[in-house]
């Protein structure tokens, strides 16, 4: 009788390994999600209610005007021509000296005409451009300032962000993912000891559809 006992009480054992294991691979990568993606949950729902009320919330923008004038030498490089319109980068020189003129990085396309080059300056809680007379040397540019909620907002949009922003959403996305799916498999695992488990994880997911379904038109 106790030989044929064995196996069985080495099953059971087997079997409490593998959930014990799972179980402590669960609670890792849910607090390991939880931690990457802490800060940035709070940013976004912190920017979720000011994207929700940006008409109540709104400042008031500052705009900021500079004029100068492209060196001689420079001026060269994109003297008029009879090419058509079209949209390429400024020339690394002439690039360089705008990025000093703004204060930033003058990067991206410009739209080149027969009078001018025009270079769109857009960033997060803000908006720019420099315009460049091809034959006077004559550069203007304008600087508009909507604030830090304004700011904030754009990055939750990933608006104007850059390449390094957008990786950061995809790689806090996938950690929210993650997170949330091995919450789930918690939830799962312990529902047994919590009865209002899973009526409220049907309400989360009740309460918007209603909501779509009856007031959104």
């Known amino acids: ?97 705008v990025g000093k003129f703004v204060g930033r990085t003058a990067t991206g396309e410009a739209e080149w005409s027969a009078a001018e080059v025009y270079l769109p300056l857009p960033r997060p809680g803000g908006d720019g451009w420099v315009s460049i007379d091809r034959e006077t040397g004559d550069v203007s540019s304008e600087a508009t300032d909507r604030g830090w909620i304004s700011y904030l907002n754009d990055l939750h949009k990933g608006r104007n962000s850059g390449s390094a922003w957008k990786w950061f959403i995809d790689i806090f996305a996938v950690a929210c993912f993650i997170f949330a799916l091995t919450g789930l498999f918690l939830l799962w695992l312990h529902s047994a000891k919590r009865p209002s488990t899973w009526p409220l994880v049907a309400l989360g997911l009740i309460i918007p559809a209603v909501i779509a379904v009856i007031f959104i038109h």
Request: charged share 25%; glycine share 4%.
């Open 1 to 97: 009788m106790k030989v044929a006992k064995q196996p069985a009480k080495q099953d059971g054992k087997a079997k409490k390994a593998r959930k014990t294991f799972w179980l402590k691979q669960l609670h890792t990568w849910h607090w390991i999600s939880s931690a990457i993606s802490l800060i940035g949950l709070l940013l976004f729902a912190f920017t979720g209610i000011t994207l929700n009320h940006a008409a109540d919330i709104e400042g008031e923008p500052k705009v900021v005007e500079a004029a100068e004038k492209l060196p001689a030498d420079l001026l060269k490089q994109i003297a008029p021509d009879n090419a058509p319109d079209s949209k390429k980068p400024l020339p690394a020189p002439v690039a360089a000296w």
